[in-house]
């Protein structure tokens, strides 16, 4: 009764073979088998490939040279690609589900094939993500990564891998040739343009930026008109991310600091020194020449001899130029002004009443909060020795404090 249950024939050349069967049990035992065969193979494959390829990784990762291996490492590059293998098994067998006489386990067969190669693209994609996040932490502890970022290629390669996996997807689904895809996106440019226009401009806008240097992170910027006053954060494909020094966050678009004025302290920083400039305006009533009486209180009240700031043609000096040479010397001997930059106390042309006499120095103080003490301390003494010299600094007053 059982003798044409179960037949095993071989095809012509012995690479096939056909199972014929006259038993509906004996053929859901063979279909439950085949099944169970592809399950256990994937699972075995998996955990085989897994173990093996972790194994080496690892013994390769602790070598000293091998950094960019555990950075790989660290971000799971490896455990994402090992779900590869057993979908390459369910995408080898579904052929054999097809050949099945069984309707429905038949018509599995093809969409099963669709997706074991959906899955398989969706594998690629989340290694090489997880390849460019590795790729972007070893390199942030390069000594030029401050200044060089990477974070927006980074993006761009990250939006080109999704299209690409986008269309990979959509030409298995629809089993057409990538090509067939491509030749349509041309003719997508221009959407395309107006729906991503501020990635284009920035991804732009970054590469310029890089090329030439413009921003690094940690740099000091000024953007009039956006409220930017502060050190660059990060910087994206589209943003470039500044905290102010309220700490309030502020996100520029990329291009903005290239159609825009923007000014860049770094080179303030890297020369060690800042600029004083500042003007103090006098009365011009107040500027005169000294009489013996004023001359004499200078004697008592300067730590210098008024003989140091006689003219070289004998020409009589007046109260504002025996300040202003009395408080070069002074702010020059200062510790904390630079003696390689220039020193000028000049007097301006100014468009309001009275005289300017600007200040104009470098110090070797760089970072805020000790520059405006020094600078602060500076002007005071400047202010302050005015009316030993007889001088009156310009106000505008308020008619009715006006002396009749």
């Given at each position: 009764?059982?003798?044409?249950?179960?037949?095993?024939?071989?095809?012509?050349?012995?690479?096939?073979?056909?199972?014929?069967?006259?038993?509906?049990?004996?053929?859901?035992?063979?279909?439950?088998?085949?099944?169970?065969?592809?399950?256990?193979?994937?699972?075995?494959?998996?955990?085989?490939?897994?173990?093996?390829?972790?194994?080496?990784?690892?013994?390769?990762?602790?070598?000293?040279?091998?950094?960019?291996?555990?950075?790989?490492?660290?971000?799971?590059?490896?455990?994402?690609?090992?779900?590869?293998?057993?979908?390459?098994?369910?995408?080898?067998?579904?052929?054999?589900?097809?050949?099945?006489?069984?309707?429905?386990?038949?018509?599995?067969?093809?969409?099963?094939?669709?997706?074991?190669?959906?899955?398989?693209?969706?594998?690629?994609?989340?290694?090489?993500?997880?390849?460019?996040?590795?790729?972007?932490?070893?390199?942030?502890?390069?000594?030029?990564?401050?200044?060089?970022?990477?974070?927006?290629?980074?993006?761009?390669?990250?939006?080109?891998?999704?299209?690409?996996?986008?269309?990979?997807?959509?030409?298995?689904?629809?089993?057409?040739?990538?090509?067939?895809?491509l030749t349509g996106v041309s003719a997508m440019t221009a959407?395309?343009?107006?729906?991503?226009?501020?990635?284009?401009?920035?991804?732009?806008?970054?590469?310029?930026?890089?090329?030439?240097?413009?921003?690094?992170?940690?740099?000091?910027?000024?953007?009039?008109?956006?409220?930017?006053?502060?050190?660059?954060?990060?910087?994206?494909?589209?943003?470039?991310?500044?905290?102010?020094?309220?700490?309030?966050?502020?996100?520029?678009?990329?291009?903005?600091?290239?159609?825009?004025?923007?000014?860049?302290?770094?080179?303030?920083?890297?020369?060690?020194?800042?600029?004083?400039?500042?003007?103090?305006?006098?009365?011009?009533?107040?500027?005169?020449?000294?009489?013996?009486?004023?001359?004499?209180?200078?004697?008592?009240?300067?730590?210098?001899?008024?003989?140091?700031?006689?003219?070289?043609?004998?020409?009589?000096?007046?109260?504002?130029?025996?300040?202003?040479?009395?408080?070069?010397?002074?702010?020059?001997?200062?510790?904390?002004?630079?003696?390689?930059?220039?020193?000028?106390?000049?007097?301006?042309?100014?468009?309001?009443?009275?005289?300017?006499?600007?200040?104009?120095?470098?110090?070797?103080?760089?970072?805020?909060?000790?520059?405006?003490?020094?600078?602060?301390?500076?002007?005071?003494?400047?202010?302050?020795?005015?009316?030993?010299?007889?001088?009156?600094?310009?106000?505008?007053?308020?008619?009715?404090?006006?002396?009749?």
């Amino acid at each position: 009764m059982f003798d044409r249950s179960l037949r095993i024939e071989g095809g012509p050349d012995w690479h096939h073979f056909h199972v014929y069967t006259d038993s509906t049990w004996v053929a859901v035992l063979l279909v439950a088998a085949l099944l169970l065969a592809i399950l256990l193979a994937s699972a075995i494959c998996y955990y085989a490939t897994r173990a093996i390829m972790l194994m080496i990784v690892g013994r390769l990762a602790r070598q000293p040279r091998r950094k960019w291996l555990r950075a790989a490492e660290r971000y799971k590059v490896f455990h994402r690609l090992a779900p590869l293998v057993p979908a390459m098994i369910v995408y080898a067998a579904a052929p054999m589900l097809s050949g099945l006489t069984f309707p429905l386990i038949a018509a599995l067969g093809h969409p099963l094939a669709l997706l074991a190669a959906c899955y398989m693209v969706y594998t690629l994609l989340r290694a090489a993500l997880a390849l460019l996040d590795s790729v972007g932490e070893r390199y942030s502890h390069f000594p030029s990564a401050s200044e060089r970022p990477i974070k927006s290629f980074l993006q761009i390669a990250t939006i080109v891998l999704y299209v690409i996996a986008l269309i990979a997807a959509v030409s298995v689904l629809l089993e057409r040739s990538p090509a067939y895809f491509l030749t349509g996106v041309s003719a997508m440019t221009a959407l395309l343009i107006i729906i991503f226009r501020d990635s284009l401009l920035g991804f732009v806008a970054s590469i310029q930026l890089t090329v030439y240097d413009m921003v690094r992170v940690g740099d000091w910027i000024e953007v009039p008109g956006f409220v930017a006053d502060g050190t660059v954060i990060d910087i994206a494909l589209n943003t470039i991310k500044v905290q102010n020094f309220d700490n309030s966050i502020v996100m520029l678009p990329s291009y903005v600091l290239l159609t825009n004025s923007m000014k860049n302290w770094r080179g303030m920083v890297e020369a060690g020194n800042r600029r004083v400039r500042h003007a103090i305006h006098f009365d011009t009533d107040t500027v005169c020449f000294p009489d013996e009486a004023l001359l004499q209180r200078l004697r008592n009240d300067i730590d210098r001899p008024l003989a140091a700031f006689a003219p070289e043609d004998g020409q009589r000096r007046t109260n504002l130029g025996l300040y202003r040479l009395y408080l070069g010397a002074h702010l020059r001997d200062h510790p904390a002004v630079r003696r390689d930059r220039p020193l000028v106390i000049r007097v301006l042309q100014s468009n309001q009443p009275g005289i300017a006499l600007e200040i104009f120095l470098y110090l070797d103080e760089t970072h805020w909060e000790p520059y405006e003490r020094l600078q602060s301390d500076m002007l005071d003494h400047a202010y302050g020795l005015a009316p030993l010299f007889g001088l009156r600094c310009w106000q505008e007053r308020c008619p009715s404090a006006r002396q009749p």
